[in-house]
């Protein structure tokens, strides 16, 4: 159901989105070009079969190594992973999928990385996608209504990116 | 006069509407099931848009598992749904177990099961009682009270924690049962049994109650979908989904042997291996009703799988074995697994460079989910039935905020 043929249709209705695959592992993944992840996302929701038709989880891992001294050793690119996690109700299948993105939009620090919002394919993409971009810092292009959700509004900085520095004095409570 | 009104941005309201206002339920309200703030745009009594607020009660437990090992983040994961702490610790241990390929002895699958269909019972007793202080009934609340600190007391003898166990943890259990417990367990159920009775009485077939939940807040199996909604949320809209029958087979093998119907309505009706009261004519499929119905049947259910885990749990011989150690690596690689907790699917991923320490964890939690529907159930609805929707959902904001 996850195998190649299922990919082959993928590949045929949208040519050049699937950019890597691993149908091995734990969780059998496809790695999207990220521009792509919501026409993906839609094909995968309306045309696929098994239609995934529910969107279980959004998550965004950062690949940075903050130590100068074990960065030179690790093997990995410093990048943001995308993960999403599908599921299908009928077929009762998931199926992972990755978008990779570079951790600063055009490597300024500050800038935050872009890629499209499934929220207009999935609702509960909506608060999922919030909560990335509060503690991991995506920016999710076309999302409705893009704020803090979990943090306070006026929190700088974003908690779950590797080289993130607790801030020292918030509204006069003490960091440390 | 009419010159400085213009000028003065803080009168500006004056435009607005004078019928419609904004009222602020929460943080601190008993409704609300914890802090949450729902900020509700009402034109009389009809609420036209409600906006939850979350994040009070954020503790950042993913950012504190990327400095733990697995085993030493079992304690943060007892504080996400503080009520169902067992199946919150079954989630990340199993997530683990996933990760490294490991499998537990049979006796400490058994007595998982057996923890965790306990705790599931202590939790749908306080999601009834509190939906029943929702609505303005207090008795219901203390009945079901009475009965949960009996499996509470259970629960202290074999782990020491009444509401924060990490009991079950990654290998295992922390520590297996004292001698006695299985007897005082089973006369625990022989007692609680006929209560159920009690509970229908006091809420299922309660006129006032019917009237206050039955076709409000109806929820189609689409919009449950498209939501991601899980669990009794899910299953009360018809959906019949039950990642113990139909999740990964590292979890559902935890099940194997075990014979329980999914709580969800097919062909017209819920399943028919025990009695319950009809459904009253005024509910509709995933109206509030059934969401709180459906919470009921799983009592008695878990209640079979608890009577079978003892069976299973006391035929094992041997011991349930010992735990992983504390700092035992992990392959590198990723994982991610959804086991059924009370309030839903309760997903871990956990993301591994190889070592002990996680790179990144990742909690998936179900009430997060199954709160997003709340403004699309609450749109055009009564303010008086902003509770009883919400309480339907039966959310933890602890499992919410993280």
């Not at chain 2, 025990?274 to 004519?281: D, R």
């Not at chain 2, 709340?374 to 919400?390: F, M, Q, S, T, Y």
Request: net charge negative.
């Amino acid at each position: 159901m996850r195998g190649p043929a299922f990919l082959e249709k993928l590949e045929a209705a949208l040519p050049g989105a699937v950019t890597g695959r691993n149908l091995e592992a734990l969780d059998p993944w496809i790695e999207v070009a990220p521009e792509r992840i919501a026409d993906v996302s839609r094909w995968l929701k309306e045309s696929s079969e098994p239609r995934f038709d529910a969107l279980e989880c959004v998550t965004a891992v950062d690949w940075c190594e903050p130590d100068p001294k074990k960065a030179a050793k690790v093997a990995w690119q410093p990048r943001i992973e995308m993960v999403y996690h599908l599921w299908s109700t009928a077929a009762r299948v998931s199926l992972v999928l990755k978008a990779t993105l570079p951790r600063w939009k055009n490597d300024t620090p500050g800038e935050l990385p872009e890629i499209p919002s499934v929220a207009g394919v999935w609702r509960t993409a909506d608060w999922h996608e919030l909560e990335v971009f509060d503690i991991s810092g995506v920016n999710f292009i076309g999302h409705p209504d893009q704020r803090r959700i979990l943090c306070p509004e006026d929190w700088e900085g974003y908690p779950l990116r590797k080289d993130y520095e607790m801030p020292l004095d918030y509204h006069g409570i003490r960091g440390r | 006069m009419a010159q400085l009104i213009d000028d003065d941005p803080r009168i500006i309201e004056f435009d607005v509407r004078t019928d419609e206002m904004l009222v602020n339920m929460g943080p601190q309200h008993p409704s609300t099931h914890g802090v949450l703030r729902l900020v509700l745009r009402t034109d009389g009594e009809v609420v036209s848009e409600v906006e939850p607020h979350i994040g009070y009660l954020h503790r950042c437990a993913e950012k504190i598992g990327e400095n733990l090992t697995h085993r030493q983040w079992i304690p943060y994961t007892d504080r996400m749904d503080y009520l169902a702490a067992m199946n919150m610790n079954l989630g990340w241990a199993l997530a683990v177990e996933k990760l490294m390929k490991y499998e537990v002895s049979e006796k400490a699958r058994h007595l998982r099961v057996l923890i965790a269909e306990l705790n599931r019972i202590a939790s749908h007793l306080v999601g009834m009682g509190a939906y029943g202080l929702d609505l303005g009934t207090f008795s219901p609340f203390l009945y079901a009270f009475r009965e949960r600190e009996k499996i509470l007391d259970l629960f202290e003898e074999a782990c020491g924690a009444r509401l924060t166990y990490s009991y079950i943890t990654v290998g295992g259990l922390t520590a297996d049962l004292p001698p006695g417990w299985l007897q005082k367990c089973e006369a625990f159920l022989d007692q609680f049994e006929p209560i159920i009775k009690e509970y229908h009485a006091l809420l299922t077939t309660n006129a006032i109650f019917v009237k206050r939940t039955a076709n409000i807040g109806v929820m189609s199996r689409e919009l449950a979908i498209e939501y991601g909604c899980s669990g009794p949320v899910l299953r009360g809209s018809g959906v019949d989904q039950d990642m113990r029958r139909d999740g990964e087979a590292i979890y559902t093998a935890m099940y194997d042997g075990y014979a329980f119907e999914v709580a969800v309505m097919k062909d017209g009706h819920y399943p028919r291996d025990h009695e319950y009261p009809p459904v009253p004519a005024d509910a509709v499929l995933g109206d509030c009703w059934h969401r709180f119905f459906v919470r009921m049947l799983e009592v008695v259910q878990s209640m079979d799988l608890v009577r079978q885990a003892i069976d299973r749990y006391s035929a094992c011989k041997g011991t349930i074995g010992e735990p992983l150690k504390l700092t035992e690596k992990m392959p590198a690689g990723d994982a991610y697994l959804e086991t059924e907790a009370p309030k839903g699917q309760m997903g871990f991923y956990l993301v591994s460079d190889g070592s002990a320490i996680p790179w990144r964890v990742r909690a998936r939690s179900s009430s997060f989910s199954n709160l997003a529907v709340a403004p699309e159930l609450c749109r055009g609805c009564l303010i008086a039935d902003v509770p009883a929707i919400v309480g339907s959902l039966d959310i933890v904001m602890g499992e919410i905020d993280r």
